[in-house]
């Protein structure tokens, strides 16, 4: 019995993949210019009772954490970590949809977030989720990618292992 051929998803061939991953870089990097530009620093913008923008400066990677490295190992390391994400796409099989968009949404995000170490000498932070008595850490477009790029492998790894069973 020969086993069957994995139907290659948009995301899973080098050209589509590339031009998602310049569109998001450009998003989040326009999108950071213009906080930049009418933003003011570390004061709420309310949109909604539980959202504002709010920038700020993350000398670190999430959460600030390795705030005291120096910045080139903060981008030798996200260097690191979207070669692996190549890697991860290269061999994981063409028919992974969710694997292969989480994998195009992890290296916007890292590109992003470089590209902002480069740009300014640290990541431009702008989103806050918050209440009265509570508030989630600043972040931006390219720390979303991330995340739900990491959510998207996640849920094609349950995928894949419902599959396997049935």
Known sequence: MTEPVATRTLLSRPVPIAVFI???VLLD??????????LPLQEA???LPVLALYRTYNLGVAFSMLSDMEGWFIVTMRLVIVAFVLWLWHRTP????????????????AIGNI????????VVDYILFHTQTWSFA?????????????????????????????
């Open 22 to 24: 310049v569109v998001a």
């Open 29 to 38: 990097q326009l999108i950071k210019v213009a906080v930049e530009a009418f």
């Open 45 to 47: 913008v309310p949109l």
């Open 94 to 109: 063409k028919d992974r949809m969710f694997a292969h968009l989480g994998f195009a949404l992890i290296i916007s995000g």
């Open 115 to 122: 590209l902002d170490r480069l740009f300014y000498g640290h």
């Open 138 to 166: 600043v972040f931006n477009l390219a720390d979303s990618f991330i995340t739900i790029g990491a959510g998207c492998v996640i849920l094609d790894e349950l995928l894949g292992s419902r599959r396997k069973r049935a």
